[in-house]
């Protein structure tokens, strides 16, 4: 049974950082695409960065770049997301996601098989 547990949300002012974890079990974590999306109230879930294995590729959203670093520990099973500079429209519930294999694009919600129940993050200004 696969399992992605994330933690390291929380509530921050404008320009603050947080750093989210997903720990993931019952799959083979190092050959795995692992990515964050997030939703906020009344959106849709939106793709914020992906982290390939083998390779190290990473992508992020337009909104995100150079904001946030999306990496992994392959030896714990973790995926991190720093999120630094953080700006109010950055509210959101963020989740993790996992595939197993590779994916070309890796950016939309249903090329991922497994989510995490998210980790709340809320940015004031």
């Known amino acids: 049974q696969v399992q992605l547990i994330e933690s390291g949300g929380g509530a921050v002012q404008a320009g603050d950082s947080l750093r989210l974890s997903c720990e993931a079990s019952?799959?083979?974590?190092?050959?795995?695409?692992m990515a964050w999306f997030r939703q906020a109230p009344g959106k849709d879930r939106e793709f914020v960065a992906r982290s390939s294995w083998i390779t190290g590729f990473t992508r992020y959203a337009d909104s995100v770049k150079g904001r946030f670093t999306v990496s992994r520990d392959d030896a714990k099973n973790t995926v991190y997301l720093e999120m630094n500079s953080l700006k109010p429209e950055d509210t959101a519930v963020y989740l993790c996601a996992a595939k197993i294999g590779t994916l070309v694009k890796g950016t939309m919600v249903d090329e991922y098989d497994y989510w995490g129940q998210g980790t709340q993050v809320t940015v004031s200004s």
């Open positions: 019952g799959l083979t974590f190092s050959s795995s695409t």
